[in-house]
């Protein structure tokens, strides 16, 4: 079957000790004696080689440095001449370990089996990331610190996305600003169990990510911004038509215009910068992508977020004040005129 | 005189008809559209099948409703210019003294009702109100259904006040029929239960002598 290759033979001192919940130096001491060798590796069958080097002060500056020892993590290497592995590759190594990490972190672990990365992993593509990938192994350092390497650690894959995301209004404030508010990729996709975009119903519901900052008053506040967005897209036809399907199956779901649709995904800029899909010299090019022969005047029907007043849409404002009077005055005429019908009728009786 | 008048022809009793069930099926789908944070108006959009289809029944309804009322003004139209319908639904002088001697019978003013011809000021008001509603909703419809052509020749601004206006005077209508329509057909105690006129086309002679007294005069003396 499968040709395996040995790890190689080894001796080290006192290796007999199970492993314990409590790190014990001599145990990495150990594994150091033999794997804080640099030149330590493996040359595998695939032709690639391994390197079996540990460095001891990386080990120790990492968030499991003084917490954990290596057998509880490398539980199977009990005996010392280490048994011999199948693996064929590099990669089949790296796959063949991730599954350590569940024993301590299985909430996380049990996340990433809802990830769309997880798909590819089960079908045997052996590109789709693991735990390790993303936080590293013997150097692991918390992921969010700085707040900007979470971008960075998405960009190993998702490089076109993630440049496009660090020029965004967002990105550029995350990475040139240092900002904490601004999304980073996992705010959206979250970290374990990342989203899919293309799963069904994740269109729909993308308002809710922008609503989870945008519709937040204190923060808004902090840049000048309005939180009145949501409830003036919510109230027009796009977003009655967006929360309407919503409740329907996913499979209903038709084409209705969503944040993204005007400002963009991660290349959304400043409503007022320039190349801003939503300024009033770009928008009508952003209607037509729906509204193929839209003109000029197509685009200033929608009111651009802001409540109609006498000044930005005086028409509007009229008809709204018109039937704010006209319906209870009908109304209440017509009332009074039945309530005297029916007083007049008692009376001849 | 027989013991019933005929009231309305057949042709008037289908449009009837035809707009009552054209203005329940818009209502129907209508204002749950423009309470559609609501919930009892999201069960309604769920029962009907989505809001899609419920946007392409109203818009069908709509535009059989827009055909009918042209269908309707333009055979009235025709048939006033040609001489052969009377001028029986326009507002006269009359009407408006009719309403004001009505307004003092009903605080004991005087004790003599108005009389009335064959349409009373009330059933002018409602039926101008149903026309003059009819023109808004089918202007701002049309506006609402086809805004990129609109806003070729109509500032943008026309799209949402049109939305506005829509809404609004549907509700309005939809007001006006459940409170005035509904107490002058069913729950006024003159004809309680149900009005059945306007179905059967018949009036009860005795009713017409109480309600429409100047025409049960005048078919009494033609006879």
């Known amino acids: ?81 280490h ?54 192994a013997h150097n692991i350092s918390p992921p969010n610190q700085p707040r900007s390497k979470i971008s960075q650690t998405c960009a190993v894959c998702h490089q076109g996305v993630s440049a496009t995301y660090a020029k965004s209004v967002h990105g ?30 994740w269109r729909l519901k993308s308002p809710e990510l922008c609503a989870s900052c945008h519709a937040n008053a204190g923060m808004m506040k902090k840049y000048g911004l309005s939180t009145n967005v949501m409830q003036t897209y919510l109230a027009d ?32 800029t400043k409503v007022n910068a320039k190349n801003s899909s939503v300024i009033k010299a770009n928008i009508l090019k952003t209607c037509q992508r729906c509204h193929p022969g839209a ?50 009728v008692v009376v001849n009786r | 005189m027989k013991n019933y008048v005929t009231r309305f022809t057949l042709k008037q009793r ?36 989505g809001i899609d289809r419920v946007r392409w029944v109203h818009r069908a309804a709509g535009i059989l409703f827009t055909v009918f009322t042209f269908t ?46 064959k349409f009373d000021y009330k059933q002018k008001f409602e039926y101008w109100g149903l026309v003059l509603g009819a023109v808004i909703v089918i202007a701002t419809g049309l506006v609402l259904l086809f805004p990129i052509e609109a806003t070729r020749f109509l500032p943008g601004e026309i799209v949402p006040a049109s939305k506005l206006a829509h809404g609004n005077e549907g509700l309005m209508a939809f007001l ?8 002058n057909a069913h729950l006024n105690p003159d004809v309680f239960p149900f009005d059945p006129t306007i179905f059967t086309g018949k009036i009860s002679a005795k009713r017409l002598h109480h309600e429409h007294e100047l025409e049960y005069e005048r078919l009494k003396e033609n006879e």
Request: net charge negative; aromatic share 8%; charged share 15%.
């Open chain 1, 1 to 81: 079957m499968l040709s395996s290759f040995l790890l190689p033979l080894v001796v080290a001192v006192g290796l007999a000790a199970p492993a314990a919940p409590q790190p014990k130096s001599e145990d990495i001491e150990a594994c150091l004696a033999c794997h804080g060798d640099k030149s330590m590796s493996v040359t595998l069958p695939s032709g690639e080689t391994q390197s079996l080097y540990v460095d001891r002060a990386a080990f120790a500056r990492s968030v499991h440095g003084g917490k954990l020892g290596c057998t509880d993590c490398h539980t199977d290497l009990t005996e010392v001449p």
């Open chain 1, 83 to 136: 048994a011999a592995k199948p693996f064929q590759t590099r990669r089949e190594f790296t796959i063949a370990y991730y599954e350590a990490c569940k024993r301590c972190h299985f909430a996380n672990y049990s996340k990433t089996l809802d990830s769309v990365h997880y798909p590819a992993i089960a079908r045997g593509d052996r590109m789709a990331p693991v735990c390790v990938d993303c936080h590293g």
């Open chain 1, 172 to 201: 550029r404030a995350l990475i040139e600003e240092k900002n904490a508010d601004v999304p980073t990729c996992t705010d959206c996709h979250h970290a374990h169990d990342i989203g899919g975009p293309h799963a069904p119903g």
């Open chain 1, 237 to 268: 036809f796009h977003g009655m038509t967006a929360s309407l399907q919503r409740q329907q199956s996913a499979e209903g779901a038709r084409v209705t215009a969503l944040c993204i649709d005007c400002h963009g995904v991660h290349n959304i």
């Open chain 1, 295 to 344: 003109t000029e005047n197509f685009s200033s029907a929608w009111l651009s977020h802001y409540e109609p007043t006498l000044k930005n849409a005086p028409m509007v404002y009229a008809v709204r004040i018109a039937y704010m009077i006209l319906i209870p005055f009908m109304i209440g005429g017509l009332v009074l005129q039945i309530l005297l019908h029916l007083w007049r």
């Open chain 2, 14 to 49: 289908i449009e009837h008809a035809s707009v009552m069930t054209l203005f329940l099926v818009l209502a129907l789908t209508g204002l749950p559209q423009k309470f559609f944070e609501a919930s009892w108006a999201q069960a309604i959009i769920g029962a009907l099948g």
């Open chain 2, 72 to 117: 309707h003004l333009g055979v009235i139209s025709a048939l006033v210019v040609t001489g052969r319908a009377a001028l029986s639904l326009v507002p006269t002088r009359q009407d408006f003294l009719d309403a004001i001697q009505q307004l003092e019978y009903y605080f004991g003013m005087t004790d003599a009702p108005a009389k009335f011809d």
């Open chain 2, 176 to 183: 006006v029929v459940i409170v005035w329509h509904i107490y």
